[in-house]
């Protein structure tokens, strides 16, 4: 049997390799539009759950009525704590979901702690400066205090007293 030799050679070992990596290549691009696909039309049975909860997650006003009315009226208050203040971006509140953006702009370790009727409601672990957390909670009609409880903040100042209605 003659061998092959020279580019004959070459061709047939190269075209295994070529026909290997460009089928790698097209499965994982076809695999990356099948999961794609994949995932909506294996949900479609159970579609109007994970159809509503995505809705309700990139767009309140999307949202079917019947998918997690709190998510549609949860409002999000921007929260800056510093050396002995706390800054609040509302001013009024309604009963209702609040998703709380606390951050730390100060120099020294801060909390953010809700509390009603003299009982702590929610809070946040102690953020080092520079750091933020995202405190989420349920606020029915009534006087709340919003504190910070590291040392003696809270005396200091580092209060906020607000009525939700």
Known sequence: MPHATGPTRSARHA?????????????GCSGDE??????????????SAASSSAE??????????SSAPAEAESQTVAVTEGEMFIELSEDSFSAGTYTFEVTNDGRMPHDFVVEQGGSDVAGTEVLQPGE??????????????????????????????????
């Not at 309700?56 to 009525?65: D, E, M, Q, V, Y």
């Open 56 to 65: 309700a997650s990139t767009s309140a006003s999307s949202a079917p009525a």
């Open 15 to 27: 075209a295994p390799l070529v026909l290997a990596l460009g089928i790698g290549l097209l499965s």
């Open 132 to 165: 933020s957390a995202t405190l989420e909670v349920e606020l029915a009609p009534g006087d709340y205090v919003f504190y910070c409880s590291v040392g003696a903040h809270r005396a200091a100042g580092m209060e906020v007293t607000v009525t939700v209605a």
């Open 34 to 47: 099948g999961a794609a696909d994949a995932a909506p039309s294996s949900s479609a049975p159970s579609s």
